[in-house]
């Protein structure tokens, strides 16, 4: 399994857009997500701090994740997020080497 792990910072005031966009895509993607290999996809918020964020998405493999994210990236719906930052997103790639189920 892949994970991918991206770090942004909100553009004050765009917090609950972010969410909301994010929500968004689950109700609009459902299908395609799971037909598309995310194994799981999660936005989390820092404790103390309304505009820093982390998405944690979880790939059956690279390959999978690759295309996904090439999808993903060529979306309206990543442009919009894009615009919601006050700076490009870091990207982390890390592979499970222990999980517990």
């Given at each position: 399994?892949l ?5 942004y ?8 857009a972010?969410?909301?966009l ?9 299908s ?17 701090s309304?505009?820093?964020?982390i ?16 999808e993903?990236?060529?979306?309206e ?5 894009v ?18 189920q």
């Amino acid at each position: 399994m892949l994970v991918i792990v991206k770090t942004y910072l909100a553009r004050a005031g765009e917090e609950d857009a972010i969410i909301a966009l994010h929500e968004d895509w689950q109700h609009d993607q459902r299908s395609v997500s799971t037909r598309g290999g995310y194994h799981s996809w999660k936005l989390l918020r820092k404790e103390g701090s309304l505009t820093e964020f982390i998405s944690i998405a979880q790939f059956a493999d690279e390959r999978i994740a690759a295309m996904a994210l090439q999808e993903l990236e060529k979306d309206e719906w990543y442009q919009r997020l894009v615009s919601l930052m006050a700076e490009e997103p870091t990207q982390v790639r890390y592979t499970i080497v222990w999980q517990l189920q």
